[in-house]
């Protein structure tokens, strides 16, 4: 998982920055670099020869001027100053690596053994580095990134696509008392594949800065309700009913690799799903959601009292009524909205369901 530290660091390294307009010129001048970001002890011991420039302010091209020399170049934490140049960086050779240039090697370990950012410029590919801690991520151009981005967001409209049709299809089955566990792993399984391709895409947004702002509010929209609807299915099904049950049970599926998320088998034994053909009872969590201006503590109340779906549904507006804080008007609205699921999945054509 991607550290806030290090998503932080790649937005402060967004295209139209100061610095990352910096690594695009030294790119296109066809030069490497090695470049810490940030000083301290740590760098400071790890520091030998090289040339001190007396806290000389940043600019871009101070920086493309600088890693024409050999050596590694040292900024301040702020990145507003250029503190050393043509440097030797001398770090724990045992710290392990899995790159092979030497630049990046020394990138790496930098960045492991100081806690600072450290960016490394290839001259031979053309790609600037970030490493911090152990974490290492190229820095797309900018026109590539915002392609991968558009394309992943395709990728995403398509998927919440079919969660809404999978949602489409549980409501009336549900209503029907048709509902098997498989129709309710379906919607999991689609609901967390848009949760994890959207905060892909966020990462990737985090590296665009302003340049994404478009992207963002289209993820936005596409974002808009998935978690909630998957924890709500979540809470609908998963036994037994007891605090913090559901919490653990989506822990094991968000714990599920993205390449076994597919596997139906896989999902329903995180959700504690025996018989995925196996008819399933809804609490009716879900459905009650829908209800406008119904409180929470009120849904979870009418939860509480009937335990069922169907339950809910065939009681009377005085059933209804006996549950705390209900009240008849709220009472005569939810038999109403039930009324009108019950004469509509009459409607439904079950087949294609």
Known sequence: MTSD???QTIQRLAPGTPIRI??????QEENGALVVLGDGSEVQAICSGGFDLLDTEFSSAKLAELAKMDGAIVLDDSWSKILRANVHLLPDSSIATVETGARHRTAERVAVQTGKPVVAVSEDRRVATLFLHEMRQELQDPTDLMASVNQSLSTLERVRRRLDEAEERLTPLEVSDMVTYRRVVVLVQRAELVRRIG???????IGLGGAG??????LTDLMQGVVELRDLVVRDYVRPLRVGTPERRLKRLEA?????LHEPDAVAEALGFEHLDERAEPLGIRVLDQVPRLPETIRDGVVKRFRSLQKMMSASAADLDSVAGV??????ELRRVFDRLQESVRSWDHEAL
């Not at 905060?199 to 947004?205: A, F, R, T």
Request: glycine share 6%; no cysteine; proline share 3%.
């Open 5 to 7: 530290l290090f998503l």
């Open 22 to 27: 910096a690594f695009g010129r030294i790119i």
């Open 199 to 205: 905060d892909s895409i966020e990462e990737d947004l």
């Open 213 to 218: 702002d478009l992207a963002r509010l289209q």
């Open 256 to 260: 599920i690799p993205t390449a076994q």
């Open 327 to 332: 009240g008849k008007a709220r009472a005569q």
